[in-house]
């Protein structure tokens, strides 16, 4: 069976993509842990970061570094956590996650946004990636 990660690659479910090329994706998650929290994926399927090839894996970790500035800028935190768990689903995902202190680094607090705040977020990540 295909992680939810891999149907949405293939758009079979819907996501507020903000950057995909040929190897990876990346999307708003879909519980906010703060309002910008997005997921890179592979859109091969590996089931944690250690199996990953080495190209997938730079790659991913050069396209997290442009969408953390871009995320920086669009939400004006102090910085953009990462983090790679793993356990909720079996298809890798880093983490990149707006942050003002410590505190705000609590998945407990994840919560699912409206769709007007959700588009806008997205936009503003897109428009910092593009300059």
Request: aromatic share 10%; net charge neutral.
């Amino acid at each position: 069976m295909s992680s939810v990660f891999t149907q949405i690659i293939e758009g079979r479910l819907p996501a507020y993509v903000v950057y995909q090329d040929e190897l990876v994706l990346a999307i708003l998650a879909r519980e906010q842990v703060q309002l910008g929290h997005t997921l890179v994926i592979p859109k091969k399927e590996f089931d944690q970061w250690i199996d990953l090839d080495e190209a997938t894996y730079v790659h991913l970790q050069k396209i997290s570094l442009k969408l953390g500035v871009a995320i920086k800028k669009a939400t004006q935190c102090e910085r953009v956590l990462t983090a790679t768990i793993g356990y909720e689903v079996h298809h890798y995902h880093h983490h990149l996650i707006p942050s003002w202190s410590m505190a705000d680094f609590s998945f407990s607090k994840a919560k699912v946004y409206p769709d007007a705040e959700m588009t806008r977020i997205q936009k503003e990540i897109i428009n910092h990636l593009r300059s």
